[in-house]
């Protein structure tokens, strides 16, 4: 039996116990239990596991993603903290990490009042360290990149609407941190306001 919270059909990480004895949106507990990852027993052993099983959003711990990118070498992405503020906001603090000296944070809310507005705030901070250091393409850069979406919802003012993008950073945020080729292209940032 494996206990986790990927939303996969096949997990992608677990923790594995030979039994483990659920209680409804209140508990999950195990006896003696193994933490796997991509089907892979780790070295980490639990004596037993008592997890809270809560349909209710919750703060906690994000697990990290392992990531292999070449210049900046091995690393982990994505390891931090979501903090349940209340029922309207939500923020989460991000951390990636490499091998070759990269590191970045990030800091993101969500917020929401219902039938008034919602909106987000995501602020990117990254030191990289491209190459090694002896390397004449090697070298390093400091990045950063904002990112500010808000909506009003439309039966709060009623015949008028207000909507807010603002995307603004460094021309390199996009082309080393970026996850696919077109934000990596990317060069410039727009932002609009609309009223």
């Known amino acids: 039996n494996v206990y986790t919270t990927c939303n996969l059909e096949h997990p992608h990480f677990g923790i594995k116990a030979k039994k483990i004895k659920v209680i409804p949106n209140k508990v999950a507990a195990s006896g003696p239990a193994n933490l796997e990852i991509a089907d892979l027993p780790t070295p980490l052993m639990f004596p037993f ?24 070498g091995i690393g982990f992405s994505g390891l931090g903290y979501y903090f349940d503020i209340n029922e309207n906001i939500g923020a989460k603090l991000t951390f990636d990490i490499y091998s070759k000296g990269s590191y970045g944070i990030t800091g993101n809310t969500s917020y929401i009042k219902k039938y008034k507005y919602n909106g987000s705030l995501n602020i990117s901070y990254s030191y990289d360290q491209i190459g090694e ?52 292209t990317q060069n410039q940032y727009s932002s609009s306001i609309a009223y």
Do not use: C, E
Not at 49 to 72: E, H, M, W
Not at 163 to 170: L, P, Q
């Open 133 to 184: 250091q002896f390397d004449a393409n090697g070298g390093s850069s400091k990045n950063f990149k904002i990112q500010w979406n808000h909506t009003v919802d439309p039966r709060a003012m009623p015949g008028a609407s207000f909507r807010a993008h603002v995307d603004a950073g460094t021309s390199g945020f996009n082309r080393i941190n970026g996850m696919n080729a077109d934000i990596q």
């Open 49 to 72: 596991g008592i997890f809270p099983i809560n349909p209710q959003q919750k703060s906690g711990f994000i697990l990290p993603t392992y990531n292999l990118a070449g210049q900046r």
